[in-house]
């Protein structure tokens, strides 16, 4: 998946996207509001990761600015303040979970996947469709009792099209999806990727179909 992170600390901002890029996730890194906003402008994130003391301002403008265009993006707020009247205020303004720094990365993961969670309405990280059992923190989908391990960028793309069954996804809204603005790569690289997750879902009675034109869409057969 892809996330935003708003940083200034650059030995934090790396350690951050250094971890969750094992997790196989593509971190888009600000150090400011200025770059924070014209990122989140251009490109659709399934988080964002705030800081909120920065060099051009505070986050949680940033995070009222976000929730009143309506945004339904998720967001964790990264904040040294440990106060409760702190924390209340930013839940109330519209976080969706906090951090207190410093914090252990373990604990970011886990708070990261619980967020990611409530956002498509589950309780558990495994997904179940069909005859297809997908668990995205392990990276391994299930078919008839055998288990297949997938790569990053399968795992990712499955992530996104099994978040969104019938729903058509272009190219380019992929490329967006799965690769970060560092990454030099063309829509056909999408292609390559569709077509080994297809032989991944033979006999789970879920498929990949092709809306010619359009784009791709998982859905029942």
């Keep these: 998946m892809r996330f935003l992170l708003?940083?200034?600390?650059?030995?934090?901002?790396?350690?951050?996207?250094?971890?969750?890029?094992?997790?196989?996730?593509?971190?888009?890194?600000?150090?400011?509001?200025?770059?924070a906003a014209a990122f989140s402008d251009s490109t659709d994130y399934e988080l964002i990761l705030l800081d909120i003391m920065l060099p051009d301002g505070d986050g949680r403008t940033f995070l009222k600015d976000?929730?009143?265009?309506?945004?339904?993006?998720?967001?964790?707020?990264?904040?040294?303040r440990s106060e409760v009247s702190d924390r209340v205020n930013l839940l109330?303004?519209?976080?969706?979970?906090?951090?207190?720094?410093?914090f252990d990365f373990s604990?970011?993961?886990?708070?990261?996947?619980?967020?990611?969670?409530?956002?498509?309405?589950?309780?558990?990280?495994?997904?179940?469709l069909a005859d297809l059992g997908f668990d995205p923190l392990s990276g391994t989908?299930?078919?008839?009792?055998?288990t297949t391990q997938l790569?990053?960028?399968?795992?990712?793309?499955?992530?996104?099209?099994?978040?969104?069954?019938?729903?058509?996804?272009?190219?380019a809204k992929l490329v967006d999806r799965l690769f970060s603005y560092d990454d030099d790569?063309?829509?056909?690289?999408?292609?390559?990727?569709?077509?080994?997750?297809?032989?991944?879902?033979?006999?789970?009675g879920v498929a990949i179909v092709t809306t010619r034109g359009v784009g791709y869409r998982l859905t029942l057969q």
Excluded at 92 to 102: E, Q, R, S
């Design 6 to 35: 708003v940083e200034d600390n650059q030995g934090l901002a790396d350690a951050i996207v250094a971890r969750l890029e094992l997790d196989g996730h593509v971190i888009d890194h600000a150090a400011d509001l200025d770059t």
């Design 66 to 80: 976000h929730r009143a265009r309506q945004t339904e993006t998720p967001v964790i707020v990264l904040t040294a």
């Design 92 to 102: 109330d303004l519209g976080a969706d979970d906090y951090l207190t720094k410093p």
């Design 107 to 128: 604990e970011l993961e886990a708070r990261v996947r619980a967020v990611l969670r409530r956002r498509r309405g589950a309780a558990s990280n495994h997904i179940r």
């Design 141 to 146: 989908l299930s078919i008839a009792g055998k």
């Design 151 to 171: 790569r990053n960028k399968e795992l990712r793309l499955l992530e996104v099209l099994i978040a969104a069954p019938d729903r058509n996804f272009s190219k």
């Design 185 to 204: 790569v063309s829509e056909n690289a999408i292609e390559v990727y569709i077509g080994r997750l297809r032989k991944r879902l033979e006999g789970s």
